[in-house]
Protein backbone atom coordinates (compact mmCIF):
# COMPACT_ATOMS: atom_id res chain seq x y z
CA UNK A 1 0.00 0.00 0.00
CA UNK A 2 1.44 3.21 -0.96
CA UNK A 3 2.06 5.69 1.75
CA UNK A 4 -0.52 8.58 0.54
CA UNK A 5 -3.29 7.74 -1.00
CA UNK A 6 -3.00 10.55 -3.24
CA UNK A 7 -6.03 11.95 -5.69
CA UNK A 8 -4.93 15.13 -7.27
CA UNK A 9 -7.85 16.75 -8.49
CA UNK A 10 -6.13 20.11 -9.18
CA UNK A 11 -3.52 17.87 -11.93
CA UNK A 12 -6.20 16.08 -13.02
CA UNK A 13 -8.92 19.09 -13.34
CA UNK A 14 -7.23 21.93 -13.63
CA UNK A 15 -4.70 21.69 -16.42
CA UNK A 16 -3.28 25.31 -17.56
CA UNK A 17 -3.57 26.34 -13.88
CA UNK A 18 0.26 24.62 -12.91
CA UNK A 19 3.51 23.70 -14.27
CA UNK A 20 4.48 19.82 -13.97
CA UNK A 21 7.83 20.37 -11.72
CA UNK A 22 10.39 18.28 -10.09
CA UNK A 23 11.51 18.94 -6.53
CA UNK A 24 15.34 19.86 -6.62
CA UNK A 25 17.79 16.51 -5.04
CA UNK A 26 19.25 17.46 -2.09
CA UNK A 27 22.77 16.16 -0.67
CA UNK A 28 22.23 14.98 2.93
CA UNK A 29 18.38 14.53 4.16
CA UNK A 30 17.69 14.56 7.32
CA UNK A 31 14.14 14.62 8.81
CA UNK A 32 14.27 17.38 11.74
CA UNK A 33 10.71 16.83 12.84
CA UNK A 34 7.37 14.47 11.44
CA UNK A 35 3.69 15.34 13.26
CA UNK A 36 2.59 11.67 13.79
CA UNK A 37 -0.64 13.17 14.90
CA UNK A 38 -1.12 14.69 11.80
CA UNK A 39 0.23 11.86 9.89
CA UNK A 40 -2.50 9.80 11.70
CA UNK A 41 -4.90 12.46 11.04
CA UNK A 42 -4.37 11.81 6.99
CA UNK A 43 -4.66 8.48 7.20
CA UNK A 44 -0.66 7.98 6.22
CA UNK A 45 1.13 4.79 6.90
CA UNK A 46 4.67 3.41 5.78
CA UNK A 47 7.72 2.78 6.88
CA UNK A 48 8.74 4.60 4.09
CA UNK A 49 7.82 8.03 6.06
CA UNK A 50 9.81 7.22 9.04
CA UNK A 51 13.94 7.38 9.49
CA UNK A 52 16.02 7.33 6.46
CA UNK A 53 13.63 6.74 4.28
CA UNK A 54 11.46 9.60 5.58
CA UNK A 55 14.22 11.56 5.44
CA UNK A 56 14.40 11.16 2.00
CA UNK A 57 10.99 11.57 0.97
CA UNK A 58 10.76 14.69 2.90
CA UNK A 59 13.48 16.74 1.55
CA UNK A 60 12.36 15.93 -1.54
CA UNK A 61 14.76 13.24 -3.25
CA UNK A 62 12.28 10.18 -3.25
CA UNK A 63 8.77 11.08 -4.33
CA UNK A 64 6.13 9.41 -3.08
CA UNK A 65 3.72 6.90 -4.89
CA UNK A 66 1.03 8.58 -6.51
CA UNK A 67 2.43 12.09 -6.23
CA UNK A 68 2.68 14.35 -9.55
CA UNK A 69 4.46 17.31 -8.00
CA UNK A 70 3.29 20.77 -10.07
CA UNK A 71 3.90 24.63 -9.18
CA UNK A 72 0.76 26.27 -9.15
CA UNK A 73 0.44 29.70 -11.06
CA UNK A 74 -0.96 32.71 -8.80
CA UNK A 75 -0.93 37.02 -9.03
CA UNK A 76 -1.30 39.19 -5.79
CA UNK A 77 -1.20 42.39 -4.82
CA UNK A 78 2.26 42.87 -2.29
CA UNK A 79 1.74 45.80 -0.05
CA UNK A 80 -1.26 47.15 -2.59
CA UNK A 81 0.92 46.83 -5.62
CA UNK A 82 -0.35 44.34 -8.14
CA UNK A 83 1.92 41.59 -9.38
CA UNK A 84 0.13 39.69 -12.07
CA UNK A 85 2.93 36.91 -12.08
CA UNK A 86 3.39 35.21 -9.26
CA UNK A 87 2.95 31.71 -8.61
CA UNK A 88 5.01 29.08 -6.75
CA UNK A 89 8.12 30.31 -6.36
CA UNK A 90 9.77 27.69 -3.86
CA UNK A 91 6.72 25.10 -3.20
CA UNK A 92 5.30 22.76 -5.26
CA UNK A 93 1.79 20.73 -4.51
CA UNK A 94 2.53 17.02 -4.19
CA UNK A 95 -1.37 16.07 -4.66
CA UNK A 96 -4.00 15.51 -2.56
CA UNK A 97 -5.18 12.81 0.15
CA UNK A 98 -8.82 12.27 2.08
CA UNK A 99 -8.20 12.25 5.71
CA UNK A 100 -9.76 9.87 8.17
CA UNK A 101 -12.67 12.45 8.38
CA UNK A 102 -13.15 12.86 4.31
CA UNK A 103 -11.55 16.18 4.28
CA UNK A 104 -9.38 16.45 1.38
CA UNK A 105 -6.26 18.77 2.27
CA UNK A 106 -3.30 19.30 -0.22
CA UNK A 107 0.39 18.09 0.62
CA UNK A 108 2.49 20.43 -0.36
CA UNK A 109 6.69 21.28 -0.35
CA UNK A 110 7.92 24.70 0.79
CA UNK A 111 11.74 25.13 -0.45
CA UNK A 112 12.01 22.59 -2.46
CA UNK A 113 13.88 24.71 -5.32
CA UNK A 114 13.54 26.63 -8.17
CA UNK A 115 10.17 26.47 -10.34
CA UNK A 116 9.26 28.47 -13.39
CA UNK A 117 7.82 31.38 -11.30
CA UNK A 118 10.54 31.76 -8.80
CA UNK A 119 11.77 35.22 -10.63
CA UNK A 120 14.48 36.17 -8.98
CA UNK A 121 14.58 33.55 -6.14
CA UNK A 122 16.24 30.37 -4.76
CA UNK A 123 13.10 28.22 -4.63
CA UNK A 124 15.05 27.20 -1.11
CA UNK A 125 13.78 27.69 3.00
CA UNK A 126 16.08 27.50 5.84
CA UNK A 127 15.90 25.54 8.76
CA UNK A 128 14.60 28.55 11.01
CA UNK A 129 12.07 29.75 8.93
CA UNK A 130 10.43 26.06 8.66
CA UNK A 131 10.62 24.96 11.98
CA UNK A 132 8.70 28.95 12.61
CA UNK A 133 6.10 27.22 10.87
CA UNK A 134 5.65 24.29 12.43
CA UNK A 135 5.93 26.40 16.07
CA UNK A 136 3.06 29.20 15.11
CA UNK A 137 1.20 26.88 12.65
CA UNK A 138 1.03 24.09 15.58
CA UNK A 139 -0.20 27.01 18.16
CA UNK A 140 -2.44 28.13 15.99
CA UNK A 141 -3.96 25.20 15.50
CA UNK A 142 -3.95 24.27 19.34
CA UNK A 143 -5.60 27.61 19.43
CA UNK A 144 -8.52 26.28 17.77
CA UNK A 145 -7.59 28.85 14.74
CA UNK A 146 -7.96 27.42 11.14
CA UNK A 147 -4.22 26.90 9.68
CA UNK A 148 -2.20 24.95 7.14
CA UNK A 149 -0.23 22.74 9.13
CA UNK A 150 3.13 21.15 9.24
CA UNK A 151 3.58 17.32 7.87
CA UNK A 152 7.60 17.33 8.62
CA UNK A 153 10.34 19.33 8.11
CA UNK A 154 13.76 17.89 6.58
CA UNK A 155 17.23 19.26 6.43
CA UNK A 156 18.91 19.06 3.04
CA UNK A 157 22.28 19.25 3.90
CA UNK A 158 22.85 22.55 1.97
CA UNK A 159 23.28 25.76 2.77
CA UNK A 160 21.13 28.40 1.72
CA UNK A 161 22.50 31.70 1.02
CA UNK A 162 20.72 34.59 2.93
CA UNK A 163 22.75 37.21 4.91
CA UNK A 164 24.13 34.47 6.02
CA UNK A 165 24.68 31.00 5.32
CA UNK A 166 22.26 29.52 6.83
CA UNK A 167 21.30 25.33 6.26
CA UNK A 168 18.62 24.77 4.09
CA UNK A 169 15.31 22.67 4.98
CA UNK A 170 11.91 21.66 3.21
CA UNK A 171 8.69 22.24 4.44
CA UNK A 172 6.11 19.19 4.35
CA UNK A 173 2.69 21.41 4.06
CA UNK A 174 -0.84 20.35 4.32
CA UNK A 175 -3.41 22.92 3.40
CA UNK A 176 -7.69 22.72 2.69
CA UNK A 177 -6.29 23.75 -0.42
CA UNK A 178 -3.58 26.09 -1.91
CA UNK A 179 -6.51 28.29 -4.10
CA UNK A 180 -5.60 32.13 -3.29
CA UNK A 181 -7.44 35.50 -3.50
CA UNK A 182 -4.22 35.41 -5.67
CA UNK A 183 -5.44 32.58 -8.05
CA UNK A 184 -8.27 34.35 -9.02
CA UNK A 185 -6.90 37.69 -9.73
CA UNK A 186 -3.91 35.86 -11.92
CA UNK A 187 -7.07 34.78 -14.73
CA UNK A 188 -8.21 37.91 -14.27
CA UNK A 189 -5.22 39.88 -15.43
CA UNK A 190 -5.19 37.03 -18.39
CA UNK A 191 -8.45 37.92 -19.04
CA UNK A 192 -9.22 34.21 -19.50
CA UNK A 193 -12.67 34.13 -18.32
CA UNK A 194 -13.44 30.95 -18.95
CA UNK A 195 -10.37 29.61 -16.91
CA UNK A 196 -11.89 32.16 -14.18
CA UNK A 197 -15.04 30.39 -14.39
CA UNK A 198 -13.18 26.85 -14.34
CA UNK A 199 -11.59 28.31 -11.17
CA UNK A 200 -14.59 29.01 -9.55
CA UNK A 201 -16.51 25.82 -9.87
CA UNK A 202 -12.88 24.09 -8.58
CA UNK A 203 -13.00 26.04 -5.41
CA UNK A 204 -16.70 26.44 -5.24
CA UNK A 205 -16.95 21.91 -5.34
CA UNK A 206 -14.26 21.93 -2.67
CA UNK A 207 -15.39 24.78 -0.17
CA UNK A 208 -18.71 25.48 -0.42
CA UNK A 209 -20.25 22.38 -2.47
CA UNK A 210 -23.64 23.67 -0.73
CA UNK A 211 -24.28 26.12 -3.51
CA UNK A 212 -23.35 23.83 -6.46
CA UNK A 213 -26.24 23.63 -8.23
CA UNK A 214 -27.67 26.77 -6.18
CA UNK A 215 -29.74 28.77 -8.94
CA UNK A 216 -31.44 31.66 -6.69
CA UNK A 217 -30.89 34.27 -9.71
CA UNK A 218 -28.69 34.72 -12.07
CA UNK A 219 -25.35 36.12 -9.69
CA UNK A 220 -26.62 34.00 -6.77
CA UNK A 221 -23.89 31.32 -7.20
CA UNK A 222 -20.85 33.81 -7.40
CA UNK A 223 -22.28 36.58 -5.13
CA UNK A 224 -23.21 33.28 -2.36
CA UNK A 225 -19.28 32.10 -2.90
CA UNK A 226 -18.07 35.85 -2.22
CA UNK A 227 -19.97 35.80 1.08
CA UNK A 228 -19.33 32.38 2.24
CA UNK A 229 -15.30 33.45 1.91
CA UNK A 230 -15.76 36.65 3.43
CA UNK A 231 -17.29 35.16 6.56
CA UNK A 232 -14.91 31.92 6.74
CA UNK A 233 -12.26 35.37 6.65
CA UNK A 234 -14.40 37.10 9.17
CA UNK A 235 -14.18 34.34 11.67
CA UNK A 236 -10.70 33.86 10.95
CA UNK A 237 -9.17 37.45 11.26
CA UNK A 238 -11.53 37.63 14.88
CA UNK A 239 -9.62 34.67 16.25
CA UNK A 240 -6.50 36.08 15.33
CA UNK A 241 -7.49 39.07 17.11
CA UNK A 242 -8.64 37.53 20.07
CA UNK A 243 -5.07 36.06 20.53
CA UNK A 244 -2.61 39.00 19.73
CA UNK A 245 -1.93 36.95 16.84
CA UNK A 246 -0.67 40.15 13.50
CA UNK A 247 0.06 37.93 10.24
CA UNK A 248 2.17 40.53 8.94
CA UNK A 249 1.91 40.44 5.24
CA UNK A 250 -1.59 39.76 4.22
CA UNK A 251 -1.10 40.47 0.35
CA UNK A 252 -3.67 38.52 -1.58
CA UNK A 253 -1.67 35.70 -2.62
CA UNK A 254 -1.65 35.11 0.77
CA UNK A 255 -5.13 35.08 2.06
CA UNK A 256 -6.92 31.95 1.14
CA UNK A 257 -10.00 30.90 -0.40
CA UNK A 258 -10.36 28.35 2.29
CA UNK A 259 -10.06 30.62 5.34
CA UNK A 260 -7.34 29.55 6.91
CA UNK A 261 -4.39 30.77 8.31
CA UNK A 262 -0.99 30.62 5.27
CA UNK A 263 1.99 31.78 5.08
CA UNK A 264 3.74 32.16 8.46
CA UNK A 265 6.52 34.40 7.35
CA UNK A 266 6.56 37.49 9.21
CA UNK A 267 3.74 36.51 11.71
CA UNK A 268 4.16 37.91 15.60
CA UNK A 269 2.39 37.67 18.43
CA UNK A 270 1.33 41.00 20.35
CA UNK A 271 2.26 41.17 23.76
CA UNK A 272 1.57 44.85 25.32
CA UNK A 273 -1.68 45.68 23.94
CA UNK A 274 -1.34 48.36 21.21
CA UNK A 275 -3.94 48.29 18.30
CA UNK A 276 -0.50 49.54 16.38
CA UNK A 277 1.97 46.58 16.58
CA UNK A 278 4.02 46.04 13.68
CA UNK A 279 7.05 44.03 13.67
CA UNK A 280 7.87 42.84 10.10
CA UNK A 281 10.80 44.62 8.88
CA UNK A 282 9.54 45.41 5.88
CA UNK A 283 6.01 46.91 6.76
CA UNK A 284 7.15 50.53 7.12
CA UNK A 285 3.51 51.78 6.72
CA UNK A 286 1.92 49.51 9.20
CA UNK A 287 -0.15 48.45 6.65
CA UNK A 288 -0.53 45.00 8.45
CA UNK A 289 -0.68 46.55 11.70
CA UNK A 290 -2.50 44.33 14.52
CA UNK A 291 -5.78 46.39 14.55
CA UNK A 292 -5.31 47.22 10.95
CA UNK A 293 -6.22 43.59 9.64
CA UNK A 294 -10.22 43.46 9.13
CA UNK A 295 -9.69 46.73 7.20
CA UNK A 296 -6.67 44.73 5.11
CA UNK A 297 -9.03 41.84 4.81
CA UNK A 298 -11.73 44.15 3.58
CA UNK A 299 -9.66 45.65 0.92
CA UNK A 300 -8.38 41.70 -0.31
CA UNK A 301 -11.97 40.96 -0.62
CA UNK A 302 -12.29 43.45 -2.39
CA UNK A 303 -9.87 42.08 -5.13
CA UNK A 304 -11.75 39.19 -4.67
CA UNK A 305 -15.12 40.43 -5.62
CA UNK A 306 -13.18 42.20 -8.83
CA UNK A 307 -12.68 39.01 -10.35
CA UNK A 308 -16.09 37.77 -10.13
CA UNK A 309 -18.05 40.62 -11.51
CA UNK A 310 -17.04 39.26 -14.87
CA UNK A 311 -18.31 35.87 -14.68
CA UNK A 312 -21.92 37.56 -13.55
CA UNK A 313 -22.59 40.38 -15.92
CA UNK A 314 -21.21 41.22 -19.43
CA UNK A 315 -19.59 44.16 -19.29
CA UNK A 316 -21.73 45.66 -22.14
CA UNK A 317 -24.68 45.17 -20.16
CA UNK A 318 -24.47 48.64 -17.83
CA UNK A 319 -27.54 47.24 -15.67
CA UNK A 320 -26.59 44.04 -15.13
CA UNK A 321 -23.04 45.38 -14.08
CA UNK A 322 -24.37 48.35 -11.90
CA UNK A 323 -26.86 45.39 -10.49
CA UNK A 324 -23.95 43.06 -9.37
CA UNK A 325 -21.74 45.85 -8.49
CA UNK A 326 -24.41 46.72 -5.97
CA UNK A 327 -24.29 42.76 -4.68
CA UNK A 328 -21.06 42.21 -4.59
CA UNK A 329 -20.46 45.95 -2.65
CA UNK A 330 -23.21 44.81 0.68
CA UNK A 331 -21.25 41.83 0.71
CA UNK A 332 -17.73 43.93 0.95
CA UNK A 333 -19.63 46.21 3.20
CA UNK A 334 -21.03 43.49 5.24
CA UNK A 335 -17.55 42.41 5.85
CA UNK A 336 -16.46 44.96 8.70
CA UNK A 337 -19.67 44.03 10.90
CA UNK A 338 -19.52 40.45 10.65
CA UNK A 339 -15.90 40.43 11.58
CA UNK A 340 -16.71 42.83 14.27
CA UNK A 341 -19.76 40.51 15.65
CA UNK A 342 -17.40 37.51 15.71
CA UNK A 343 -14.96 39.57 17.46
CA UNK A 344 -16.78 40.45 20.24
CA UNK A 345 -18.45 37.00 20.54
CA UNK A 346 -14.84 35.96 21.25
CA UNK A 347 -14.35 38.53 23.92
CA UNK A 348 -17.76 37.71 25.76
CA UNK A 349 -16.22 34.28 26.22
CA UNK A 350 -13.13 36.25 27.48
CA UNK A 351 -14.78 38.45 29.45
CA UNK A 352 -17.03 34.95 31.16
CA UNK A 353 -19.94 36.54 29.50
CA UNK A 354 -21.98 33.36 28.21
CA UNK A 355 -26.07 35.17 27.67
CA UNK A 356 -26.44 36.80 24.71
CA UNK A 357 -26.54 40.93 25.48
CA UNK A 358 -26.68 44.31 24.12
CA UNK A 359 -23.76 44.30 22.10
CA UNK A 360 -23.42 48.13 22.08
CA UNK A 361 -22.80 47.65 26.03
CA UNK A 362 -20.25 44.83 25.56
CA UNK A 363 -18.58 46.67 23.21
CA UNK A 364 -18.34 49.70 25.29
CA UNK A 365 -17.01 47.12 27.73
CA UNK A 366 -14.14 45.82 26.10
CA UNK A 367 -13.45 48.74 24.37
CA UNK A 368 -12.83 50.43 28.15
CA UNK A 369 -10.70 47.01 29.05
CA UNK A 370 -8.47 47.51 25.85
CA UNK A 371 -7.97 51.15 26.48
CA UNK A 372 -6.60 50.20 29.99
CA UNK A 373 -4.14 47.73 28.68
CA UNK A 374 -3.14 49.73 26.08
CA UNK A 375 -2.39 53.12 28.07
CA UNK A 376 -1.03 51.00 31.00
CA UNK A 377 1.18 48.41 28.24
CA UNK A 378 -0.05 45.38 30.06
CA UNK A 379 0.35 42.03 28.68
CA UNK A 380 -2.70 41.21 26.04
CA UNK A 381 -2.37 37.67 26.79
CA UNK A 382 -1.54 37.49 30.31
CA UNK A 383 -4.59 40.11 31.39
CA UNK A 384 -6.94 38.57 29.35
CA UNK A 385 -5.35 35.06 30.95
CA UNK A 386 -5.40 36.36 34.76
CA UNK A 387 -8.72 37.84 34.34
CA UNK A 388 -10.44 33.98 35.19
CA UNK A 389 -8.62 34.45 38.50
CA UNK A 390 -10.27 37.77 39.11
CA UNK A 391 -13.95 35.73 38.29
CA UNK A 392 -12.88 34.02 40.92
CA UNK A 393 -12.32 36.00 43.65
CA UNK A 394 -8.30 36.80 42.71
CA UNK A 395 -7.88 39.66 41.50
CA UNK A 396 -4.32 40.10 42.61
CA UNK A 397 -2.45 38.46 40.03
CA UNK A 398 -4.19 40.52 37.23
CA UNK A 399 -3.73 43.90 39.05
CA UNK A 400 0.06 43.35 39.56
CA UNK A 401 0.39 44.28 36.02
CA UNK A 402 -1.22 47.38 36.08
CA UNK A 403 0.62 50.42 37.24
CA UNK A 404 -2.68 52.38 37.98
CA UNK A 405 -4.68 49.73 39.85
CA UNK A 406 -7.89 52.02 40.82
CA UNK A 407 -8.27 52.29 36.69
CA UNK A 408 -8.37 48.74 37.55
CA UNK A 409 -10.26 48.32 40.18
CA UNK A 410 -13.18 51.28 38.70
CA UNK A 411 -12.91 49.04 35.52
CA UNK A 412 -13.57 45.54 37.23
CA UNK A 413 -16.59 46.92 39.20
CA UNK A 414 -18.32 47.35 35.58
CA UNK A 415 -17.26 44.01 34.67
CA UNK A 416 -18.24 42.34 38.00
CA UNK A 417 -21.78 44.37 37.69
CA UNK A 418 -22.10 43.14 34.17
CA UNK A 419 -20.80 39.14 35.28
CA UNK A 420 -23.81 39.56 37.89
CA UNK A 421 -26.22 40.42 35.13
CA UNK A 422 -24.91 37.84 33.05
CA UNK A 423 -25.18 35.37 35.84
CA UNK A 424 -28.69 35.71 36.67
CA UNK A 425 -29.77 34.97 32.71
CA UNK A 426 -27.58 32.16 32.55
CA UNK A 427 -26.39 30.63 36.43
CA UNK A 428 -22.66 30.00 36.51
CA UNK A 429 -20.23 28.87 39.38
CA UNK A 430 -17.58 31.37 39.75
CA UNK A 431 -15.00 28.48 39.15
CA UNK A 432 -17.01 27.21 36.45
CA UNK A 433 -16.82 30.63 34.81
CA UNK A 434 -13.41 30.82 35.72
CA UNK A 435 -12.28 27.35 33.76
CA UNK A 436 -14.71 28.65 31.09
CA UNK A 437 -12.79 31.79 30.68
CA UNK A 438 -9.55 29.42 30.55
CA UNK A 439 -10.53 27.51 27.68
CA UNK A 440 -10.58 30.48 25.35
CA UNK A 441 -7.33 32.91 26.65
CA UNK A 442 -4.65 31.27 26.38
CA UNK A 443 -1.73 30.97 28.94
CA UNK A 444 1.02 29.68 26.29
CA UNK A 445 1.43 31.29 23.15
CA UNK A 446 4.46 31.45 21.15
CA UNK A 447 6.15 34.51 22.69
CA UNK A 448 8.84 35.84 20.25
CA UNK A 449 11.50 35.96 22.37
CA UNK A 450 10.79 31.68 22.62
CA UNK A 451 10.71 31.29 19.31
CA UNK A 452 13.78 33.33 18.18
CA UNK A 453 15.81 30.82 20.88
CA UNK A 454 14.46 28.22 20.14
CA UNK A 455 15.00 28.49 16.36
CA UNK A 456 18.36 29.53 16.97
CA UNK A 457 19.56 26.64 18.79
CA UNK A 458 17.48 24.15 16.22
CA UNK A 459 20.15 26.10 13.33
CA UNK A 460 22.84 25.42 15.87
CA UNK A 461 21.96 22.12 15.71
CA UNK A 462 20.47 21.51 18.94
CA UNK A 463 16.78 20.69 18.61
CA UNK A 464 15.84 20.09 22.48
CA UNK A 465 14.53 23.56 22.67
CA UNK A 466 12.03 23.64 19.63
CA UNK A 467 10.69 20.12 21.28
CA UNK A 468 9.80 21.63 24.32
CA UNK A 469 8.41 24.71 22.84
CA UNK A 470 6.32 22.88 20.84
CA UNK A 471 5.20 20.36 23.36
CA UNK A 472 4.10 23.92 25.64
CA UNK A 473 2.30 25.18 22.40
CA UNK A 474 0.22 22.13 22.02
CA UNK A 475 -1.60 22.93 25.30
CA UNK A 476 -2.05 26.46 25.55
CA UNK A 477 -4.70 26.18 27.72
CA UNK A 478 -3.54 24.02 30.73
CA UNK A 479 -2.82 25.85 33.82
CA UNK A 480 0.39 23.65 33.93
CA UNK A 481 3.03 25.03 36.33
CA UNK A 482 5.42 23.27 34.30
CA UNK A 483 4.74 26.14 31.53
CA UNK A 484 5.22 29.28 33.48
CA UNK A 485 8.49 29.79 31.70
CA UNK A 486 6.52 29.84 28.72
CA UNK A 487 3.68 32.62 29.46
CA UNK A 488 6.28 35.23 30.52
CA UNK A 489 6.49 37.95 28.00
CA UNK A 490 9.72 39.04 26.72
CA UNK A 491 11.66 42.49 28.45
CA UNK A 492 9.75 45.54 27.06
CA UNK A 493 12.81 46.91 25.32
CA UNK A 494 13.77 43.40 23.24
CA UNK A 495 9.82 43.16 21.99
CA UNK A 496 10.41 47.04 21.33
CA UNK A 497 13.34 46.25 19.04
CA UNK A 498 11.76 42.98 17.90
CA UNK A 499 11.49 42.41 13.82
CA UNK A 500 10.70 39.78 11.35
CA UNK A 501 11.07 39.19 8.05
CA UNK A 502 9.89 38.52 4.62
CA UNK A 503 10.72 35.42 2.49
CA UNK A 504 12.99 34.20 5.02
P1 LIG B 1 5.61 35.23 0.25
O1 LIG B 1 5.74 36.70 0.52
O2 LIG B 1 6.53 34.36 1.06
O3 LIG B 1 4.19 34.78 0.34
O4 LIG B 1 6.09 35.00 -1.25
C1 LIG B 1 5.66 35.77 -2.34
C2 LIG B 1 6.12 35.12 -3.62
O5 LIG B 1 7.54 35.02 -3.67
C3 LIG B 1 5.58 33.72 -3.84
O6 LIG B 1 5.36 33.58 -5.21
C4 LIG B 1 6.73 32.86 -3.39
O7 LIG B 1 6.69 31.57 -3.96
C5 LIG B 1 7.93 33.66 -3.85
N1 LIG B 1 9.13 33.37 -3.07
C6 LIG B 1 9.36 33.65 -1.77
N2 LIG B 1 10.59 33.24 -1.39
C7 LIG B 1 11.18 32.70 -2.49
C8 LIG B 1 12.46 32.09 -2.77
N3 LIG B 1 13.40 31.98 -1.83
N4 LIG B 1 12.68 31.66 -4.03
C9 LIG B 1 11.75 31.77 -4.98
N5 LIG B 1 10.55 32.32 -4.79
C10 LIG B 1 10.25 32.78 -3.57
MG1 LIG C 1 2.92 33.48 0.06
Redesign the pocket.
Known amino acids: MPAFRFDNTYARELSGFYTPWPPAQVPAPQLLYFNEALAEELGLAGAELQGAAGAQLFAGNVLPEGAEPIAQVYAGH ?1 FGGFSPR ?6 LLLGEVVDTQGRRRDIAFKGSG ?1 TP ?3 G ?5 AVGPMLREVLIGEAMHALGIPTTRALAVAATGERVRREQPLPGAVLTRVAASHLRVGTFQFFLAEGDLPKLRQLLDYAIARHDPALIGRSDGETGREMAFLRAVAQRQARLIAQWMNVGFIHG ?1 M ?1 T ?2 MTISGETI ?1 Y ?1 PCAFMEAYDPATVFSSIDHGGRYAYGNQPGIARWNLARLAETLLPLVADENDEAAVQRVVAEATAVIDGFPLWCAQALLQGQRAKLGLQATADDEEDGRLVDAWLALLHTQAVDFTLAWRLLADAAEGRPEPLRDQFRDRAALDAWLQHWQARVAQDDAAAPMKPAERAAAMRRVSPWVIPRNHQVETALAAATAGDLAPFHALLAALQRPFDSDPALAAYAVPAPAAETAAYQTF ?2 T
Not at 86 to 91: E, I, K, S, V
Not at 121 to 125: E, I, P, S, V
Open positions: QLGDGRARYSRGDGKAVNDNDGCG
